[in-house]
């Protein structure tokens, strides 16, 4: 096990695609998890675009251990 914490600012939609990625990876035929996350805290806040668009922004940091052989 290899241990790896990160603090990850991102908007809702690659948060949400960064726990995809973590949730689904591995092998496709065995269904085998090569990370997991042991621990995540989560910061909401209100930032804006290029554009002066509103959006939620999400700081977190994880702990993911990752597997190898």
Avoid at 11 to 16: D, T
Avoid at 17 to 33: A, D, N, P, Q
Avoid at 36 to 51: M, T
Wanted: charged share 20%.
């Amino acid at each position: 096990i290899l241990p790896v914490r990160m603090s990850i600012r991102s908007s809702n939609p690659n948060f949400e695609k960064f726990l995809h990625y973590i949730e689904s990876s591995g092998s496709l035929s065995g269904k085998v998890r090569l990370m997991d996350i042991s621990s995540i805290r989560l910061n909401f806040e209100k930032g804006s675009d290029l554009s002066g668009k509103t959006e939620e922004i999400i700081n977190f940091s994880v702990q993911i251990n990752a597997y190898f052989q």
